[in-house]
């Protein structure tokens, strides 16, 4: 007889008929027929074996073919197999739960006829690119179940090597959707709040200053015209009528640069912040000309972003630093650049009081004024910056330690 064709089979078929009792290895008459019956009993356990290892691998199978069959049927996915006809080869449950019908329904079956007729164009030239690219292609749908209610989906398919079927899977997104349209209703009404609030702004704008400037004009005038005919106690009432209507508004003021800062429209060009600093700082000489030699500003620093909305945050960013620090001894305000982490980053530092570091995020907070702080303004300053510099797609933050000075950095994205 031929030998085994697995050497090792044939040595454990050996072993195990030497194991088993009453072998026939014994000598049972001529030598040829005893080597004809060893050889036929050791082919048998061969047999065995193998039908006992066909039997393990069958079971392995079908363990792993009923996962795979579990995996496929209950993913929270729908699995579609169809030819390039759009007809359906195969489905799993999730997508026959989805559209509201048996599994048995779909096989066989029009994929464009479960597809609302708006989407079906779509659905038609997406399916004419997956047979023609052998790549994963991508669209959204809209599908119509048995109930009429409609699902919106995100397909992902490739067609097979043979592009003669495509392997897709559907995504349910009918949540992310409606998500989306109540993102897109809150933005509408957050642009007709935004209407709202500028017509409120033109009439604090226009109405409100209209009688503040009647209160300080007839102030003025009486203390013109009426010079010596009042008191000194008069005299005193009507300076601090006009001083609080200069007041409401500067307040008015701040208030529509703060609202406007983060709406308008960014108009980008090469903008010199260095000569941009001196002009806030002859500003702030005019009305301090002590501050004169406290400035150091370097020279050459340009970037890209809207002149009018950066001149806003230089006045603001060095005006603060003088509130703070220009009055104290030795007062120092340094501006400048830095490369940080290969990052163009601008800076304005002053060697004023300074202030604890836990609060460095507060003071960028409208109306928000750090504990013990002292000095004029309304408290929206920093916010404005913040909005100026987050709209040119930079960030802004602080360094600082009680009672050594303070460093604003920003950046122009």
Not at 39 to 63: A, C, G, S, T, W
């Amino acid at each position: 007889m031929n030998q085994p064709a697995d050497p090792e089979l044939r040595l454990r078929a050996e072993n195990e008929l030497k194991s088993r009792p009453n072998n026939t290895y014994t000598l049972r008459g001529a030598e040829e027929t005893q080597r004809f019956i060893h050889e036929f009993e050791v082919h048998q356990i061969e047999l065995e074996m193998q039908n006992e290892e066909l039997r393990q691998m069958r079971d392995e199978m079908e363990k792993s073919l009923n996962e795979y069959t579990d995996i496929y049927d209950f993913a929270p996915v729908g699995y579609l197999t169809f030819n390039n006809d759009g007809v359906i080869c195969s489905a799993n449950l999730f997508i026959a739960t989805l559209l509201g019908v048996d599994r048995s329904c779909l096989t066989g079956k029009q994929f464009a006829y479960l597809i609302d007729p708006v989407s079906r164009p779509t659905f038609e030239n997406f399916i004419a690119i997956v047979f023609t690219e052998h790549r994963t292609q991508t669209c959204e749908l809209e599908l119509l179940n048995h109930s009429g209610c409609a699902r919106f989906v995100q397909v992902e398919a490739m067609s097979t090597a043979s592009r003669t079927e495509c392997r897709a899977a559907v995504i349910d997104i009918t949540k992310r959707r409606e998500m989306e349209e109540q993102i897109e209703k809150q933005h509408q009404e957050l642009v007709a709040s935004n209407i709202d609030l500028d017509a409120f702004n033109y009439t604090v704008a226009h109405d409100l200053r209209t009688p503040l400037t009647t209160i300080s004009g007839y102030c003025q005038l009486l203390k013109g015209q009426f010079h010596e005919q009042l008191n000194e106690q008069v005299k005193e009432y009507l300076q601090e009528i006009f001083d609080g209507t200069q007041c409401m508004s500067r307040l008015i003021s701040t208030l529509l640069d703060f609202s406007s800062a983060s709406r308008r429209t960014l108009h980008c060009e090469t903008v010199d912040l260095s000569s941009m600093a001196e002009a806030v700082v002859d500003e702030l000489i005019q009305t301090s000309p002590e501050c004169r030699d406290i400035f150091q500003l370097a020279s050459g620093i340009v970037c890209q972003g809207d002149t009018d909305l950066l001149r806003v945050a230089m006045d603001n960013l060095l005006g603060n630093a003088w509130k703070f620090a220009g009055k104290h001894q030795g007062a120092k305000i340094t501006f400048g650049k830095a490369m940080i982490d290969e990052e163009t980053v601008f800076f304005v530092k002053d060697n004023g009081p300074g202030f604890d570091v836990a609060d460095a995020e507060e003071m960028f907070l409208p109306f928000h004024r750090l504990p013990g702080t002292i000095g004029g303004g309304h408290g929206i300053g920093l916010a404005t910056v913040n909005r100026i510099v987050q709209q040119h797609g930079g960030r802004l933050w602080s360094e600082s330690e009680a009672g050594i000075g303070a460093t604003f950095f920003f950046t122009v994205g």
